[in-house]
């Protein structure tokens, strides 16, 4: 009996040409997503040969979209986002209306209308959440304060962009699109009802979402059942997205990183993460593969001085501005690196607002083809520009004059206060990071009277700790001027507890060479880069999934009482291998 399979083909096409063409990228030494998009340009209308459906795709894409954002938002909690207001509201916006400028003054270059550079600049200054998330998850820095800044940032992007497409059909006549009815009633009527949709949608998820719905997870768990357990969490995910774009007019991604933040109240976060990775990883590839099927590549051989502008604008213009405006609000080298390199991109919001543009006949056709066109280019390059972080810090901290600009001696954050006790700063432990480890351990040496000196990027943080009376740091521990403010040359232990190492080698380096008799304890999640560590002397390191089957193995043998092993050992003088651990004994 003959039916329609186009959905089977698309989702068949795209992810066994994903699979080839990633295959062949990673061969190539290329990031795997850029053989994803050139599997999606394959399979797009533009090129020869099997053609799948672009409407198909696109849908499919936002379901991974809604994946992806929703396991972000299971690690990410509201004091994560409100730790990072400060940098990441102002910091957004600005960079929004520079990017925007930027845009409306390459339109006027090029002869089009101001109503279509606005839409035209707005398209070019949202960065995609889903490749940030991609590039930040392979690099293990999610967690790290810099990748939570980035995250913030964008989810600032996102609901700014929300409510730009809200306002955009009431002004699409003021700017030269077509009309839509009374302008300035309906502008008005339009700038209250989105603002009063989001804010029913936070105060919903954060008063009813944060109790209801971990109470359900919890309640499918009890049941015993793998299958729908892990159903009830992608029903969550997909779900509310869904209910929250229909009911408060917000966008699927936005409603799904809610679902997820509300979930991680409850203790099966965790579980609910890992059950939800395979189908976040499937269809965030169908995002990539739908992102290559719009492209034409005629566009760059037809147009390549305009091409060449936008992905200028997206991948220098962007970068620049927002560097500038991290480095403006005094935080450090490495966080305004961070940030550019995350920014230096467009994807699903710009493509979302362009179409908006063409419907109201403010954006022209070609304009639309160029932000296609940018958006591949720039998510295909962005893994590159994560690899030059480190070598463009390392050349801007040898030129001392441009390094003392960048660092801003003068913050008063970046040194300790004067009033800080001596006895304070003299055999001392130097805490790097004050993050969920970084917190317990502060904890334990406050209570057991040992003094200690924060260091930490979270500008925030360092305030409240200052406020407590805790001697604390703000900037990147890895700059010999930040530990040379913790007093490192006097300290008697350095202690990494931030889950990325990314500099670790450089705060050991520095440590040692001011103080050669310091011990050093480090963190990390990965046994490779352990055995790395342990190799160049690094000191004590801690594995996190080792030390919580050693100290759960400790509980279970001190409930079972000493086994034959542990007879022997203690016949021979030794003693047991189970006794718990204590990163500073």
Known sequence: MPHDISLITTISAALGFGLVFGLIALRLKLPALVGYLAAGIFLGPATPGLVADVHL??????????????????????????????????????????????????????????????????????????????????????????????????????LVTVLVLVLLPAL????????????????????????????????????????????????????????????????????????????????????????????????????????SLPLRDAFSVLFFVSVGMLFDPMVVMEHPVHVLAVVAVIMFGKSIAAFLLVI???????????????????????????????????????????????????????????????????????????????????????ELPMATPAEKLAGHVVLVGYGRVGRRIADDLEARGIHFVVTEQNRELVEELRRRGTPAVAGDAAEPAVLIQAHIARARMLVVATPDTFGVRAMINTARTLNPEILTVVRTHNEQEAELLREEHAGQVFVGEHELAHNMTGYICRKLGPGPADVDSSAAGMAPQYESRHPLA
Not at 341 to 364: K, N, R
Not at 379 to 386: E, G, W
Not at 391 to 396: A, G, K, S, T, Y
């Open 57 to 158: 795709s696109q849908q499919l894409a936002e379901i991974g979209v809604m994946l992806l954002m929703f396991g972000v938002g299971l690690h990410f909690s509201v004091k994560d986002l409100m730790d990072v207001r400060r940098i990441a509201l102002p910091g957004a916006i600005l960079q929004i209306v520079a990017a925007t400028a930027m845009g409306v003054g390459m339109a006027h270059m090029w002869g089009w209308s101001f109503g279509a550079g606005l839409v035209f600049g707005l398209a070019l200054s949202v960065a995609s959440t889903v490749v940030l998330l991609r590039a930040l998850e392979d690099r293990g820095m999610l967690d790290s304060i810099n990748g939570r800044i980035a995250v913030g940032w964008l989810v600032v992007e996102d």
């Open 172 to 275: 699409s006549g003021w700017l030269g699109g077509k009309p839509a009815g009374d302008a300035e009633g309906s502008l008005w009527m339009a700038l209250l009802t989105a603002i009063a949709q989001m804010g029913a949608f936070v105060v919903f998820m954060l008063v009813v979402g944060r109790r209801v719905f971990p109470w359900v997870l919890w309640r499918v768990a009890k049941t015993g059942s793998r299958e729908l357990f892990t159903l009830c969490v992608i029903a969550t995910a997909v779900g509310i997205a869904y209910g929250s774009s229909l009911v408060f007019g917000v966008s699927f991604a936005l409603g799904a990183f809610f679902a997820g933040m509300v979930l991680r109240e409850s203790a099966l976060a965790h579980r609910a993460a890992h059950e």
């Open 328 to 414: 403006a609000l005094r935080y450090p080298l490495n966080t305004a690196l961070t940030v550019s390199a995350s920014l230096a991109q467009i994807g699903e919001f710009s493509f979302i607002l362009a179409g908006l543009g063409l419907s109201l006949e403010l954006l022209p056709k070609d304009a639309h083809s160029y932000i296609l066109a940018g958006a591949i280019i720039s998510i295909a390059l962005n893994p590159l520009l994560f690899k030059l972080i480190e070598p463009v810090q390392r050349l801007i901290r040898s030129r001392s004059d441009i390094a003392r600009h960048f660092e801003r001696p003068d913050d008063p954050l970046a």
